[in-house]
């Protein structure tokens, strides 16, 4: 897709092969929210054990740690758009037929557990599927801008929308979230398998290469490169930590701060609030500071934040805390996702990304039900304050980064190259 325009802020085109993708995505954002909210308030009714609705959660990351690195190896051996249109079309059936037993009342704990499985098995290869495909839709050096056009429009639909919009959904039924999210899968499904892409360029594959040989080969990629490798080990740790705090910010409002509903839903809204500054503000950021000082920043403030949500005992503070964490969220995705983008080797962005994501992903399920043991064991506002140290430390994991020089990878060094469309 043609761009115009200098470094990292360039005008992208908004017609044609982007613009279906930008479209799909907030779209699957948007139900994706209803589901992520809806899912935890119907475990907190059907459940008061806190490490029960954890699992929930727990649950929905832990085939990232079976299944992602397969996942990102066959994303790079398959086309990547029809891999997308067609686990999309998967999932929008899947939810549509829970959405069924729930109106039906057969849900359960572990029908929810079953549900956020299955979902993030077939996750896996889309996430992966994507990652690689949008180098072939935007020039290298619009990567920065498409990721924060991507996300901005993501956290818009999936929390400024999404998220406020499902106690209104509730009210007209228990089984009208996943309705409506079943529905926009099949929408996204189908403005994916519209994309006309170029075929990628692909090194030709050693006589005899296996899977394994392939997932092997993104892990050294990754391994060898000491940006991504650090940025891999900090959101490692960060996600020990988000696991807790996510699988049991619901029991935190609902529980510690008595805020109902409406009080989840308004934290919900304020992380999304704050990811739309972050992406505004993220390439001032990353003009003054580089990318992984940005990512530093962001670190060091998010910390802060949590402090703050696990010893105020105020749902004003509280929302305030959590979309200055959601601002240095965002700030922290789009530079993760844009230096795996450029730094990987064109025809291993799918590995590459797989194996940044397993192995960052591998302590959610850990952390998720630490967080539901130590809410249980020493109280409801306890897990933000585990999630702030496990963020120390990963602020601590990345300062080795900061010695590298982060210029994107040559051309003639396996570098990311985009192709435009047919």
């Not at 996600?239 to 996510?246: D, S």
């Not at 039900?369 to 702030?388: D, F, I, K, R």
């Amino acid at each position: 897709m043609a761009t115009v325009g200098g470094t990292d802020t360039r005008e992208l085109a908004w017609r044609g092969a982007f613009g279906r993708l930008w479209s799909a995505a907030v779209l699957s954002s948007f139900g994706d929210a209803l589901r992520a909210s809806a899912l935890p308030l119907l475990a907190v009714r059907l459940t008061d054990r806190p490490l029960l609705v954890a699992a929930v959660t727990a649950c929905g990351y832990l085939p990232w740690v079976a299944f992602g690195l397969l996942g990102g190896a066959v994303a790079d051996r398959v086309d990547q758009r029809r891999a997308m249109w067609t686990v999309d079309a998967l999932r929008g059936l899947l939810v549509a037929c829970f959405a069924v037993a729930v109106a039906l009342g057969h849900a359960s704990i572990g029908l929810l557990i079953a549900l956020a499985f299955t979902l993030t098995t077939l996750q896996t290869l889309f996430d992966n599927a994507s990652t690689a495909l949008l180098p072939a839709l935007v020039e290298r050096e619009a990567l920065g801008s498409a990721n924060a056009r991507l996300m901005t429009g993501q956290r818009i639909a999936g929390g400024l929308l999404g998220g406020p919009a499902v106690p209104v959904l509730l009210a007209a039924g228990a089984a009208t979230p996943f309705a409506v999210d079943a529905a926009t899968f099949l929408v996204a499904a189908a403005l994916v398998a519209s994309l006309r892409t170029a075929a990628p360029e692909r090194r030709p594959g050693a006589a005899g290469s296996t899977l394994r040989r392939e997932i092997g080969q993104g892990l050294r990629a990754l391994g060898r490169d000491r940006a991504l490798r650090g940025l891999c080990a900090a959101t490692a740790l960060c996600n020990i930590g988000m696991g807790a705090q996510l699988a049991t910010l619901v029991v935190l409002v609902t529980g510690w701060l008595h805020g109902g509903t409406v009080g989840y839903a308004a934290a919900g809204t304020a992380v999304t609030a704050g990811s739309l500054v972050g992406g505004v503000v993220n390439r001032r950021f990353v003009d003054r500071l580089g990318r992984i000082r940005a990512v530093l920043l962001a670190g060091t403030v998010q910390t802060a934040a949590l402090v703050v949500m696990g010893t105020v005992r105020s749902l004003g503070v509280l929302v305030a805390a959590i979309g200055i964490f959601g601002v240095m969220g965002m700030v922290w995705n789009i530079n993760t996702t844009t230096l795996m983008q450029e730094r990987s080797p064109a025809d291993m962005i799918g590995r590459v990304s797989s194996a940044f994501r397993t192995l960052s992903y591998a302590g959610v399920p850990v952390g998720a039900l630490l967080g539901g043991a130590v809410a249980t064991a020493w109280g409801l506002n306890t897990p933000p304050l585990l999630t702030a140290a496990f963020f120390v430390l990963a602020v601590i994991a990345l300062i080795p980064a900061l010695k590298v020089n982060v210029p994107v990878v040559a051309p003639g060094a396996d570098a990311t190259t985009a192709h435009a469309p047919r």
